[in-house]
Nanobody
Framework: QVQLVESGGGLVQAGGSLRLSCAASGRTFSSYAMGWFRQAPGKEREFVAAINWNGNIKKYADSVKGRFTISRDNAKNTLYLQMDSLKPEDTAVYYC???????????????WGQGTQVTVSS
């Protein structure tokens, strides 16, 4: 089992940056693909970015490509999401999740964190 705890959210002006972290418990973090998802008020949860177990394969939603960077440090059991050039439409609760293989399909993710709020003001 993997327990996930996100941090790093907050309020930022448009054009600014934030780095989210997701700390994982357990010794099996490196065996999981990891993903970031977000959910804005009144909207469904959507895929943001995903990374395979060793960081060699990354996937991004078109809406964040070129602005967000997903990475991981298996020695620290931590997943990151560097978010640059933030826009008001990036405002959402951001969740990290673990899956057996890299995928953009949220239904294939087994473990989820509690989420961290990101608010981008215009």
């Amino acid at each position: 089992q993997v327990q996930l705890v996100e941090s790093g959210g907050g309020l930022v002006q448009a054009g600014g940056s934030l780095r989210l972290s997701c700390a994982a418990s357990g010794r099996t973090f490196s065996s999981y693909a990891m993903g970031w998802f977000r959910q804005a008020p009144g909207k469904e949860r959507e895929f943001v970015a995903a990374i395979n177990w060793n960081g060699n394969i990354k996937k991004y939603a078109d809406s964040v490509k070129g602005r967000f960077t997903i990475s991981r440090d298996n020695a620290k059991n931590t997943l990151y999401l560097q978010m640059d050039s933030l826009k008001p439409e990036d405002t959402a609760v951001y969740y990290c999740a673990a899956a057996r293989a890299i995928t953009i399909d949220l239904d294939r993710y087994t473990y989820w964190g509690q989420g961290t709020q990101v608010t981008v003001s215009s």
